[in-house]
């Protein structure tokens, strides 16, 4: 079974940026689609960006130009780019397939907060 870290969360002030990691312990080049998920507190796990194998991008409307996901199969790798976070894009971040095929990892924690 693949094993998923996720790193690159932390404290931002609202406008700010940061950029996640996620590391699979097993070859993604195979998986076809791999996405960003994302969990507010009480609310319900969601979808924010995928990415495709061929590259193919789809992001939720909310983060839709603000976000940018990608993915390095040679380092079992996918990114992705947070700019002019919003404090509603508090929460934490997990990686993934599309749909959910993988253990969920620990997350990493995103707060955009003045």
């Known amino acids: 079974q693949v094993q998923l870290v996720e790193s690159g969360g932390g404290l931002v002030q609202p406008g700010g940026s940061l950029r996640l990691s996620c590391a699979a312990s097993?070859?993604?080049?195979?998986?076809?689609?791999m996405g960003w998920y994302r969990q507010a507190p009480g609310k319900q796990r969601e979808l924010v960006a995928r990415?495709?194998?061929?590259?193919?991008?789809n992001y939720a409307d909310s983060v839709r130009g603000r976000f940018t996901i990608s993915r390095d199969n040679a380092k079992n790798t996918v990114y992705l780019q947070m700019d002019s976070l919003k404090p509603e894009d508090t929460a934490v971040y997990y990686c993934?397939?599309?749909?959910?095929?993988?253990?969920w990892g620990q997350g990493t924690q995103v707060t955009a907060s003045s």
């Open positions: 990415i495709t194998s061929g590259g193919i991008k």
């Open positions: 097993g070859s993604i080049a195979r998986v076809y689609v």
């Open positions: 993934n397939t599309v749909p959910v095929n993988y253990a």
